[in-house]
């Protein structure tokens, strides 16, 4: 005979409570407040009777597998920190991750796997890291006529209807800017904008915010705005500096739109015998590699918050779980968070 199954009664028993509180201290269940001092009884009397929650179980009485389908590119460095924010608030509602990524698929793509994986209620529903200019209608009306629960981050920033969280790239922009000319702009030189680039990044959603954030701040102070169209990776930065102090006098400040170059850039500035910092006052308006701890001197930039866009779009997958009354497909904003370092 094998040793009787702990149930949430025996629990509840031990604590001195209802079943629904164990329920509640379990699941976070709406509308069912459970104090920290009750809470840590219940607990207690989980881990004194080892109890397990019968997922399986749960799953055919409540219809959830209490798990998310989390899609993207292993291999990318967003993605690895989009994971860490769902992760953390997947963990306080009592839910798990499922990696699912485009591998090798024809097309790099994979996204009826999902589609599958809902209909099997193996998952809940669905967070997709896409670039920036993804807006893929057919997938959006996909998702649509099965009914799961989906957000993109990133994409469909400029169609309506589809949950997305996104970063506000224009705003991000301002914000470097700002830092870049803090002691007021009368007298100083207008800041050049150094976008680097490949292929056809250039055309998409967030460069282009970038690019109209940056105009508009240099035309609302008087100033003529410069854009330097830099390859990436094409060793073009000597003779971009080059450019910059042929002009004579100081160097006007670079704000640079991805940390990613920055090290090149930190290259060429040595080998012309230019000080970061203090020769040349540089900033990154996406800081993609965690350039402001890799770089010496240290990079100022803002950084687009991937962490907190991860726990925003479990957020908003719950929220369309509870199917609140009313509730529309929208978009979440978040802003850019400055990180000061010694560059500028």
């Known amino acids: 005979?094998?040793?009787?199954?702990?149930?949430?009664?025996?629990?509840?028993?031990?604590?001195?409570?209802?079943?629904?509180?164990?329920?509640?201290?379990?699941?976070?269940?709406?509308?069912?407040?459970?104090?920290?001092?009750?809470?840590?009884?219940?607990?207690?009397?989980?881990?004194?009777?080892?109890?397990?929650?019968?997922?399986?179980?749960?799953?055919?009485?409540?219809?959830?597998?209490?798990?998310?389908?989390?899609?993207?590119?292993?291999?990318?460095?967003?993605?690895?920190?989009?994971?860490?924010?769902?992760?953390?608030?997947?963990?306080?509602?009592?839910?798990?991750?499922?990696?699912?990524?485009?591998?090798?698929?024809?097309?790099?793509e994979g996204r009826a796997e999902l589609l599958n994986l809902y209909h099997q209620k193996k998952i809940d529903g669905i967070v997709t890291l896409d670039n920036t200019s993804y807006a893929d209608?057919?997938?959006?009306?996909?998702?649509?006529?099965?009914?799961?629960?989906?957000?993109?981050?990133?994409?469909?920033?400029?169609?309506?209807?589809?949950?997305?969280?996104?970063?506000?790239?224009?705003?991000?922009?301002?914000?470097?800017?700002?830092?870049?000319?803090?002691?007021?702009?009368?007298?100083?030189?207008?800041?050049?904008?150094?976008?680097?680039?490949?292929?056809a990044s250039r055309d998409n959603w967030a460069e282009r915010n970038r690019r109209g954030a940056y105009r508009g701040w240099c035309e609302a102070r008087g100033m003529q705005p410069v854009i330097l169209a830099v390859e990436e990776q094409r060793g073009e930065w000597p003779e971009v500096l080059e450019r910059l102090a042929a002009a004579g006098g100081a160097l006007p400040p670079l704000l640079v739109n991805w940390s990613s170059d920055v090290p090149a850039l930190y290259r060429a500035a040595h080998k012309l015998g230019l000080r970061i910092g203090e020769d040349l006052r540089v900033m990154a308006a996406d800081n993609t590699i965690q350039g402001h701890r890799l770089s010496l001197p240290s990079l100022s930039c803002v950084e687009i918050p991937y962490v907190r866009m991860g726990e925003e779009a479990v957020r908003c997958i719950r929220q369309q779980l509870e199917r609140r009354e009313g509730q529309q497909p929208h978009k979440i904003w978040l802003p850019a968070v400055l990180r000061a370092g010694e560059s500028a």
């Open 1 to 108: 005979m094998g040793k009787k199954r702990v149930t949430s009664f025996d629990v509840a028993k031990l604590a001195g409570v209802s079943r629904s509180v164990v329920s509640a201290v379990i699941n976070g269940t709406p509308g069912i407040g459970v104090g920290a001092e009750t809470r840590e009884i219940v607990l207690a009397a989980i881990r004194e009777l080892n109890y397990h929650v019968d997922a399986q179980a749960r799953s055919m009485k409540t219809g959830r597998s209490m798990s998310l389908a989390a899609y993207g590119d292993t291999r990318h460095p967003l993605f690895t920190r989009l994971l860490e924010g769902m992760q953390r608030e997947c963990e306080a509602n009592g839910y798990h991750i499922l990696l699912c990524s485009p591998g090798h698929r024809a097309g790099g």
């Open 137 to 199: 209608g057919d997938w959006a009306a996909q998702v649509s006529a099965a009914g799961v629960p989906y957000v993109s981050v990133e994409g469909y920033a400029e169609t309506e209807g589809v949950y997305s969280v996104l970063a506000d790239y224009y705003g991000s922009v301002e914000t470097a800017l700002n830092y870049l000319l803090r002691g007021g702009a009368d007298g100083q030189q207008a800041p050049r904008y150094a976008e680097v680039y490949h292929g």
